[in-house]
């Protein structure tokens, strides 16, 4: 009997996890990428939950360690209060499992690479341009360059920013800028067990603190664009100057990552 015939369109997390989930069943897949630079140069990170991380390591993609998935066994929440300092106001634990794991997207990327390059059933087709999708019957076919392919499926996995994706929808989305702006980055700093994860409610901010390793946790500082005035160097010492709650000897490992903030739903899918 013929194989179906997938096509997975985006190379990103969300592409590469859906192609190697659906590797373990008697299908043809088609990935359609484009280029990996933009996410294996980010510093940004995820949390994925623990029934997450439970799915990630049946679909044994690789052997799950604490230097690619750390786990946290608690997260904090906290306020400022008068006098400049956080206060908790609430906590959670798991006692019997971790509250959640938090991996850099780059890593992971590059580790479902590998494994992707290793599975017979996945052909990769790299900055490949989608000019049109039809249907064909029972059939979906995709126009590319210069040749026209037929799936049973297609699975598009890009983001909202993709021609293909607004040529699909026409744009009907919900949309809403916050006016505000995400700043990431990476610190070192002297080792200690850091397992939990924090969350600071700040006057027009929100600081997140995520550990990454023992000596590594990434930053994600949302502020409201019109206070983001200061020069680079302000904002690493006013970033140090948080992280010194916590951490000892603190070096900022990664540069700083900007990027707008906004809500955005599609009205069809």
Known sequence: MKKQKVCIVGGGLTGLITAIALSKLNLEIDLV???NNQNLRSNRTIAISQSN?????????FKLTKKDFW?????????????????E???????????????ENKKVISLMNKKISKIKNISVKTNKKI??????GSLKSIQFNNYTSNYNLIIICTGHKSL???????????????????????????????????????????LALLPISSTKTSIVWSVKKNLVKENISL?????????????????FFTALEFKDLNFLVRKKY
């Open 89 to 103: 106001i609430f906590y959670f634990e798991n006692k019997e499992k971790n509250v959640l794991y938090i991996l």
């Open 53 to 61: 991380f439970n799915f990630i390591k049946d679909l044994n993609i």
């Open 164 to 206: 293909l994706i607004k040529n699909i929808f026409k744009d009907k989305l919900l949309e809403h800028s916050y006016e505000e702006m995400s700043i990431t980055t990476t610190i070192k700093h002297e080792p200690s067990k850091n397992k939990v994860v924090r969350q600071i409610f700040l006057n027009n901010e929100i």
């Open 33 to 35: 990428t484009g280029s």
């Open 235 to 251: 904002i690493k010492k006013k970033l140090e100057l948080y992280a010194k709650n916590y951490y000892k000897k603190v070096q």
């Open 131 to 136: 000019l049109k999708i039809n249907s064909i």
């Open 71 to 87: 786990p946290c066994v608690k997260m904090k929440l906290y306020t400022e209060t008068e006098s400049k300092s956080f206060s």
